[in-house]
Each structure stands twice: as C-alpha cells, then as structure tokens.
C-alpha cells in the first residue's frame, strides 16, 4: 500500500522568477528550478491562495543540502490559517496606529502648531493602508487626516487673531482717548477765540476816535488857501519821491494830481496879490 503524501507535497505555490511571480507550482518544479539555478534560497514563495511572502529556504529548507523538497522543517508548527491571522492583525494596527495619531493631533494641534507630526503619521498609515488592500478604511482615514488637519489650523488662526486683537485693543483705546482729548482742546482753543474776537471788536466799538488823525479835506482845490495847496503838494511830492525811491513807476493819476495842486497853487497865488490890502 502506497504511503500517504505529505501535507508539503500536497500543497501549491507562487514563486517569483526573475521579477515574475509564477504561479501553481509543486514541489518538484521547485526543486527543479532550484536545480537550474533559476531560483535560489532567498527567492520568494507562498501558499498558493494566500498573500504572505516567505521565502524558499523557510518551505524547503533541504534543498540547501540536496534533499528532498517535501519534507519541511521540522520546527515550523503555524498553519496557514496562523499566518493570515498574524497577516490580518498588522494590517489592523496600522489602522488603529493611524486613528490614533489623528486623536492626538486633534487633541493638541489646534494649540501647539508642531503637533501636526501627528497628521503626518495618521497620513502615512492610511496610505501603508491603502497598499494593503485595505482600501474603504485606509481611505476614510486619509480624508478624515485631511479634515482634521484643516479643522486644527483653521482654530490656530483664530485663536492667534483672538489674541492679537486682544492685545492691541488697549493701544486703539488710549489712541482715541487721545484724539477726543485733543478734539477737546481744539474746541476751546476755538471758543476763546471767538470770545477774544468778540472783545475786541466790542471794545472798538466803544472806544473814542482819535483827535489827532487829520480829516480829509474834501474841498475844491479852489476854495484852499495857497498854505494848504503847499502841504498837499509837499505830500504828494513825498509820495513820488518813495515811489521812485522802490524802483516803481509813479502812478498816472499822482502825476495829474501833483500838476492839479500846482496849477490851483500859481492860481490861488494870483489872487491873494491882486487882492487890497486894508
């Protein structure tokens, strides 16, 4: 009666050819592309059906010595259904690594801006996530990184503007006390003003004229005596004189002026000598 095969020779693998996985293998095309040299000890291998990597040495460790390929090593004891629990439960981790580095961002980002290492982390786990398989969870944790990260800045930059304002808030109120003070003093600076013109033209008012300043003589030149022809001449002489003394041009109507009072002079002259004397 033919003995029973072993649970290795029973089994099928994967193994990676020269960049290619080649797939449902048994153990004697193995064990010939050991031979061949196509393989070697470090190439890698799996269980046909499942998805962790290991490598020939640790399915076939006799192929080093020339043995059979069959016989397996003696220490391995973990199941198939071993390794993908093990497989299962890393990949899990790194959710829960990433969930976790989210809440503690969240928790201290939004006050200690350097904190946000954490989103980092949560954001690299969810990609190692991603590359897992883990697609649905791997994507929910990127986004709600995202999100979160987002959230905590947005509070950053409120609260700094909460405490800018409330710093300089007492610097805007002493610049308008300032300003009203000063409006104030502009007021009355403006209402004694006013008073001090009031005054003023209140006391012009009531003050007497002056005796000594000359009346304007509004008689004809005819009617003046040759003394008051001479003052007036000897005035408006002194005016051209001034004029002509600044660099000026004498004005026409001083120039007419001055030969009207000559001529009412030579006149007015005339006269006192035809007069009778008493």
């Known amino acids: 009666m033919a003995a029973a095969p072993s649970p290795a020779a029973e089994r099928r693998y994967d193994v990676e050819v020269a960049g290619k996985t080649t797939r449902n293998l048994d153990g004697d095309e193995i064990e010939l592309l050991f031979s061949l040299g196509e393989i070697d ?18 399915f076939f460790p006799l192929l080093k010595h020339g043995g059979t390929h069959i016989q397996p090593r003696p220490a391995r004891a973990e199941s198939l259904g071993e390794l993908d629990g093990r497989s299962k439960r890393a990949m899990t981790s790194s959710i829960k690594a990433g969930w976790i580095c989210l809440g503690i ?7 200690f801006p ?3 290492v954490f989103y980092s982390a949560s954001i690299v786990l969810a990609i190692v996530a991603l590359a897992t398989n883990q697609v649905r969870r791997g994507l929910v944790l990127l986004i709600s990184s995202f999100v979160a990260a987002g959230i905590s800045a947005l509070i950053t930059f409120l609260l700094a503007l909460g405490f800018l304002g409330a710093a300089v808030k007492p610097h805007f109120a002493q610049m308008e006390a300032d300003a009203a003070r000063v409006r104030e003093l502009q007021r009355k600076s403006e ?3 006013q008073k001090a013109n009031e005054q003023i033209a209140k006391d012009m008012k009531s003050a007497p004229a002056p005796s000594n300043i000359k009346q304007v003589d509004t008689r004809p030149l005819s009617q003046r005596t040759p ?6 001449i000897a005035r408006v002489e002194e005016q051209h004189r001034r004029t002509t003394a600044q660099g000026k041009e004498v004005p026409k109507y001083l120039r007419h002026r001055l030969d009207e009072l000559r001529k ?3 006149q007015s002259s005339a006269r006192q000598k035809v007069l009778p004397t008493d």
């Open 105 to 111: 961002g969240f928790c201290v980002a939004w006050i």
């Open 264 to 266: 009412a002079y030579d």
């Open 114 to 116: 350097p904190a946000h």
């Open 191 to 193: 209402l004694q003003i």
């Open 227 to 232: 003394r008051e022809l001479l003052d007036e």
């Open 41 to 58: 000890r470090a190439s890698k291998c799996r269980v046909n059906g499942t998805t962790t990597w290991s490598t020939i040495d640790e």
